[in-house]
């Protein structure tokens, strides 16, 4: 094989060389259906029976799950084939696959950047065509992040619409599997598959008062049908915009990079030329929404992490009194990143603290969930950038976590008010790919899937 061979997409050795996989093992569906003949990446801390789960963490380097995630069954029953675990941030603590245990992704674009994260493997497995679709997970952006820095699509669904269950958690009241494909019509036809209430995760409940009040776009369901059981993800992808409204938060355009802002009006322009009406709308208490993601984030991952003690999970930390093995194990075992948010975390939620910032975080957690009603009032979707900058090179963000966590500023917001997003890539700027970000009311994934596959032309 020539040089030339090694590198190019789709073969064995490009993925190697872009450290897209973790663990490479495939499982075949045993069924014929919706995905038969399709391939799924799915990402490491997605847990898949005898296959190594590792999270990214040196901590579970060697944890072999004894069961499937609810939706890794789904994928299979459906006829599709797992090709491998793909590299993430540890823990999905980050949002350029950098802080991975085993080295960073390198983005199928262009080498030298960084595909984002923390999904960054799976982002990057579909974008080099390494696999049809791809499993994520977004607890703040991580399936958007990097679907809009590889060039592909992402969805994150409203939170309770697909099962948790196996999901290795980092901040549970905020995160969600999600799907990736090349087109919205594909990881819409995947989310289909994985959506649904799933009676070993009581989040997947559905109970129509957690619908967005008066929205347009949100799901249209008799009652006590769960909105998955009732509609088909696939088929809103349509790109039939006319007569849509789509709201424009300023706030969440203004921080953004000039050559991102371009791309993303020019792709607006597009969508009214289609008919969409757009409207400005503002979110005044997204300016707080980065530290409050941060804050509940971290408290969550301080509490979720606990388990990993070499006892109950994870290296073992050798002989010695309890504290002194499990913090051997959790010295050894955990990255940089990962030290950082549980401290920070159990720090938030300590007595004479809780008050000051946990509890400051709900409430603001609160007030964006309201901004978010009061815009669906006005618009049926809203569209932002995804990501407020181009892919930045390697290591040029890792030194300052806090240039970090702003790059997700328009991410972050989704999360806290548990809403419905799609990444869709709506052009380019100096030959990288620019994503644009739609957000939807409560359960409403048709409108964003129908508005984000009018931008793919
Ligand atoms: N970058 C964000 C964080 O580090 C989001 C990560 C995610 O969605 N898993 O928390």
Redesign the pocket.
């Known amino acids: 094989m020539s040089a030339d061979d090694a590198d190019a997409p789709g073969g064995d050795a490009a993925a190697e060389d872009l450290n897209i996989f973790l663990t490479r093992e495939t499982v075949e569906g045993d069924a014929d259906g919706p995905l038969s003949g399709r391939t799924v990446a799915v990402k490491d801390n997605i847990s898949t029976e005898g296959v190594r789960t590792t999270c990214g963490s040196a901590m579970l380097e060697d944890y072999v799950p004894q069961y499937d995630a609810t939706v890794v069954e789904r994928l299979l029953d459906a006829g599709a084939t797992v090709v491998g675990k793909t590299n993430m941030?540890e823990f999905?603590?980050?949002?350029t696959t950098e802080t991975s245990a085993f080295g960073p992704t390198k983005n199928p674009v262009d080498p030298e950047r960084v595909p984002g994260?923390?999904?960054g493997g799976s982002a990057a497995a579909v974008a080099a065509g390494e696999a049809d679709l791809a499993l994520g997970?977004?607890?703040?952006?991580?399936?958007r992040?990097p679907a809009a820095f590889c060039g592909i699509v992402g969805i994150k669904p409203t939170y309770g619409l697909v099962s948790r269950y196996g999901l290795v958690a980092?901040?549970n009241s905020l995160?969600q599997i999600g799907p990736f494909g090349r087109t919205v019509e594909d990881a819409a036809a995947l989310l289909d598959v994985i959506a649904g209430p799933d009676e070993r995760d009581a989040t997947t409940r559905y109970d129509a008062a957690e619908s967005t009040p008066g929205a347009s776009g949100a799901a249209d369901v008799p009652d006590g049908v769960h909105p998955a059981d009732a509609t088909d993800y696939a088929a809103a992808a349509d790109g039939d915009v006319d007569g849509t409204t789509i709201g424009v938060p300023t706030e969440l355009v203004e921080g953004a990079d000039d050559r991102v802002v371009d791309v993303f009006e020019d792709a607006l322009a597009d969508l009214e030329a289609r008919g969409a009406e757009t409207v400005e709308v503002s979110l005044p208490s997204v300016e707080h929404a980065v530290q409050a993601?941060?804050v509940i984030?971290m408290s969550e991952a301080s509490s979720n992490l606990a388990r990993f003690d070499g006892v109950r999970y994870g290296i073992e930390g050798g002989d010695g009194n309890w504290n002194e093995s499990f913090a051997a194990a959790r010295e050894e075992g955990f990255g940089d990143e990962v030290k950082r948010r549980v401290l920070l975390g159990t720090y938030a939620l300590s007595a004479g603290y809780h008050d000051k910032y946990y509890k400051k975080a709900q409430d603001a957690r609160a007030w964006v969930k309201r901004d978010f009603d009061e815009a669906f009032a006005e618009a049926d979707v809203l569209a932002t950038p995804t990501m407020p900058v181009l892919p930045p090179k390697r290591g040029e963000s890792l030194d300052d976590p806090l240039s970090?966590?702003l790059?997700?500023a328009n991410?972050?917001p989704v999360?806290l008010a548990n809403l419905p997003a799609v990444s869709v890539p709506a052009g380019e700027a100096e030959g990288l790919p620019v994503g644009m970000q739609f957000v939807g009311p409560a359960f409403g994934e048709e409108a964003v899937i129908r508005a984000g596959s009018a931008v793919e032309g």
């Open positions: 941030d999905g603590m980050g949002g994260g923390s999904s997970s977004d607890t703040g952006g991580s399936v992040n980092y901040a995160e993601y941060y984030a970090l966590y790059m997700d991410t972050v999360n």
